[in-house]
Each structure stands twice: as structure tokens, then as C-alpha cells.
Nanobody, 123 residues
Framework: QVQLVESGGGLVQAGDSLRLSCVASGRTFSSYVMGWFRQVPGKEREFVSGISRSGGSTDYPDSVKGRFTISRDNAKNTVYLQMNSLKPEDTAVYYC????????????????WGQGTQVTVSS
């Protein structure tokens, strides 16, 4: 079992940056593959980024590649999402998630979820 708590969301203008954090408690953090997803009302949860247990492998969809960076600090039980050059279409609730198997872009593959943090980007 692992508990996840996100923070760092807020209201920013287009072109600004934000860094989201997700702190994990419970079982050994380094045992988990981590992912960030986002969701807007009426739409399916969308994969934003993923990172391997060691942090040596990352994955991004084309929509955020080059703008978002995922990283993790296993000593601090924390995964980060650095978001640069934010666009209004990045507005969503952002969730971090954990799973014990291989990296995946599918939200239904993840076992544990945080409560989410709102990111709003104004034009």
C-alpha cells in the first residue's frame, strides 16, 4: 500500500512554469513505477509522463514532450513534474499514480492514486 499526495498546482498565465510534487508514504517508494496523468471534466484521464523505478527511463506523449520533465528523488519519496511553456490546453486536474510493474501509459494499469491538484492556465 502507498499513499500519494500531490501539491504545487495553481493559476498561471500562458508561457509560465509550474512544478508539481507528489510525496509517497507507505511501502518502499523505489519499488514503484510512477506516472502523472491529467483530467478535465467529461474526458478520460490522460497520460502526461512516466518514470521508471530508478529514474533512468522516462516517457512523454507528444502533447507535452519538450515542455514537461518528470523526475524522482527516491531518498525523499517524491516524484516531480516540471511544466514549462504552459498552454491553456494544459488546464486540468493533475494526478500522480503508482504501479509495481512496467511503465505504462494506461491509467487503468495504475494501482494507487493521489487526490489531484488543479492546474489552470489562463490565456
Amino acid at each position: 500500500q502507498v499513499q500519494l499526495v500531490e501539491s504545487g498546482g495553481g493559476l498561471v498565465q500562458a508561457g509560465d512554469s509550474l512544478r508539481l510534487s507528489c510525496v509517497a508514504s507507505g511501502r518502499t517508494f523505489s519499488s514503484y513505477v510512477m506516472g502523472w496523468f491529467r483530467q478535465v471534466p467529461g474526458k478520460e484521464r490522460e497520460f502526461v509522463s512516466g518514470i521508471s523505478r530508478s529514474g533512468g527511463s522516462t516517457d512523454y506523449p507528444d502533447s507535452v514532450k519538450g515542455r514537461f520533465t518528470i523526475s524522482r528523488d527516491n531518498a525523499k519519496n517524491t516524484v516531480y513534474l516540471q511544466m514549462n511553456s504552459l498552454k491553456p490546453e494544459d488546464t486540468a486536474v493533475y494526478y500522480c499514480a503508482a504501479r509495481t510493474w512496467a511503465q505504462s501509459r494506461n491509467f487503468f494499469d495504475y494501482d494507487y492514486w493521489g487526490q489531484g491538484t488543479q492546474v489552470t492556465v489562463s490565456s
